[in-house]
């Protein structure tokens, strides 16, 4: 995939903050020759067209904020273009895109009995385990390259073209250019990127219309998305968040190493190997597999997220910076669900609840409330588990403020 970084910042003093068009054109960078019928899409949005026979695209009722331009289709490399839209209309370069080489070797490889294992594997994982992974499907399973790397212990992936997936929960059809996928088994993380775009299901009734609509509502609220939307305008506590600080401090319950070593030392010395005794060498076995730290809730005082956003010099941009874990609940959801594993005091109410882990030390997002760097941080809890199945574009607006 190429990829380039081109910020188009046009500003008029007296232009309505507001949506705006962007139009271009996409060649072949061989012959110049315009490339009808190819997909440009805003990623991460619900903005996407297709090239007319010229060449011409048009991408309306854009809003303001940073977005991933991505133009595809088959037999040539995908390209992608970062663009910050302000509040005027863009005409942006000529995308040149680069036919792909073929190679005359390549075969193709008929799925088998560990594909599929490891298809259960990426399905659970891509689309989550939130209150509507259950209502998603993928269509063509087909696009779906994997492989297992025995050596690093981690499944990779990617797409040969959009995964598409019906989410029959939130009324999308979501088209996901996968462009890299790895579960690292060793460091218990996942990651996955692409291009991702978001077409509405057609409805049958106004109720299901209703339905979509409140299903995307209860999506939304409590999200990433609304957390850090809440924070830039100040009200995250009036919309329902908490947010504490949360720190590793050394577990009371394991000795040091130091100790352990002494007194395991002593042990060997007199030949003690009872299970009995308390501080027999079986004990100590089991207190040195203990964690050296453990995670600790600061209660007081409160984490206010807002005194955590600033602004950038550049327009629509934001920046949330933090040192220590950041430990926040939304207080209007409440999470029963039995597999969760994110740590919770034992007198705190069990309120839908994430962490963050700040691997950057500062966080970029718009207007959208869309990460710019997403590897700049890391989630658990809420924000973790929904993944694709609990996306939204990155455009979307509620009707009404959270209930």
Not at 19 to 28: A, F, H, M, N, S
Not at 55 to 71: E, H, M, S
Not at 364 to 377: A, C, Q, T, V
């Amino acid at each position: 995939m190429f990829k380039c970084t081109l910020f188009l910042l046009i500003f008029f003093p007296f232009v309505v903050f507001g949506q705006v068009t962007i139009t271009g054109k996409v060649t072949d960078i061989t012959t110049h020759k315009p490339i009808g019928y190819a997909s440009v899409i805003l990623s991460n949005s619900s903005v996407g067209n297709r090239t007319d026979t010229t060449g011409i695209f048009v991408l309306r009722n854009v809003k303001p904020g940073q977005y991933d331009l991505v133009a595809s289709i088959v037999g040539y490399e995908t390209y992608q273009i970062t663009l910050m839209v302000s509040n005027a209309n863009l005409t942006i370069p000529p995308i040149e895109l680069l036919p792909k080489s073929i190679n005359l070797q390549e075969v193709i490889i008929k799925p088998d009995a560990e594909w599929f294992r490891n298809y259960e594997i990426f399905k659970t994982e891509l689309l989550g385990e939130g209150p509507d992974s259950k209502q998603c499907k993928i269509l063509n399973p087909d696009v779906v390259k994997l492989r297992f790397d025995e050596g690093k212990n981690q499944l990779i992936g990617s797409s040969t073209d959009f995964i598409e997936i019906e989410n029959r929960a939130l009324g999308y059809r979501v088209k996901y250019l996968l462009s890299a996928f790895n579960k690292d088994y060793k460091k218990s993380m996942i990651f996955y990127e692409g291009s991702v775009l978001f077409e509405d299901l057609p409805t049958s009734s106004p109720e299901q219309v209703e339905r979509y609509k409140k299903a995307r509502e209860r999506a939304y609220y409590g999200s990433m998305q609304h957390f850090l939307k809440a924070a830039l305008h100040n009200r995250a506590e009036d919309d329902g968040f908490k947010a504490l600080q949360m720190v590793k401090i050394p577990n009371p319950k394991r000795p040091s190493d130091e100790e352990i070593k002494s007194r395991m030392a002593y042990f060997n010395t007199i030949g003690n190997f009872t299970r009995s005794s308390e501080d027999s060498l079986y004990n100590l076995e089991r207190l040195k597999r203990l964690p050296k730290t453990i995670f600790s809730v600061v209660k007081d005082p409160p984490v206010y997220p807002s005194m955590l956003v600033k602004r950038t010099n550049q327009t629509g941009v934001y920046v949330m910076t933090y040192t220590d874990y950041l430990y926040v609940m939304y207080t209007k959801t409440l999470d029963n669900s039995s597999n969760s594993l994110v740590y919770r005091p034992t007198d705190t109410p069990n309120y839908s609840t994430s962490i963050l882990t700040f691997s950057e030390p500062r966080v970029y997002f718009d207007d959208n409330g869309h990460i710019m760097n997403p590897l700049s941080i890391v989630t658990e809890g809420a924000w973790g588990k929904n993944r694709v199945s609990g996306m939204l574009p990155i455009d979307y607006e509620p009707s009404g403020p959270p209930q």
